[in-house]
């Protein structure tokens, strides 16, 4: 069974930087699409960014875009978020999860495993 850990979140001041890894345990990391989402307090999960399984692909929640940036290296079973310029709204629980296909997608329900998640909070 798979399984995904998240790290990298933590306490930033806003404007500043974090990167989040996910390591994927197994070997078909390779052949699936994965996906960033978060979840504030008091609201519903939201899409933050996906990636195809090659890294040829990507999509970005309009909120993020300009700002954050997916990556993947499959050699080590990781994919990445960077997250540049954050802001006291970009506090969140973030959810690493792998697609069901290998083809880039944004909704919850297209992506069948999920990681416990890492906290990231941003200070005004």
């Known amino acids: 069974q798979v399984q995904l850990v998240e790290s990298g979140g933590g306490l930033v001041q806003a404007g500043g930087s974090l990167r989040l890894s996910c390591v994927a345990s197994?070997?078909?990391?390779?052949?699936?699409?994965m996906g960033w989402f978060r979840q504030a307090p008091g609201k519903e999960r939201e899409f933050v960014a996906g990636?195809?399984?090659?890294?040829?692909?990507?999509r970005y929640a309009d909120s993020v875009k300009g700002r954050f940036t997916i990556s993947r290296t499959n050699a080590k079973n990781t994919v990445y978020l960077q997250m540049n310029s954050l802001k006291p709204e970009d506090t969140a629980v973030y959810y690493c999860?792998?697609?069901?296909?290998?083809?880039?997608?944004?909704?919850?329900?297209?992506?069948?495993?999920w990681g416990q998640g890492t906290q990231v909070t941003v200070s005004s």
């Open positions: 990636i195809n399984w090659s890294g040829g692909s990507t």
């Open positions: 197994g070997r078909t990391f390779s052949i699936y699409a």
């Open positions: 999860a792998r697609g069901v296909g290998i083809v880039v997608v944004t909704t919850e329900y297209e992506y069948g495993t």
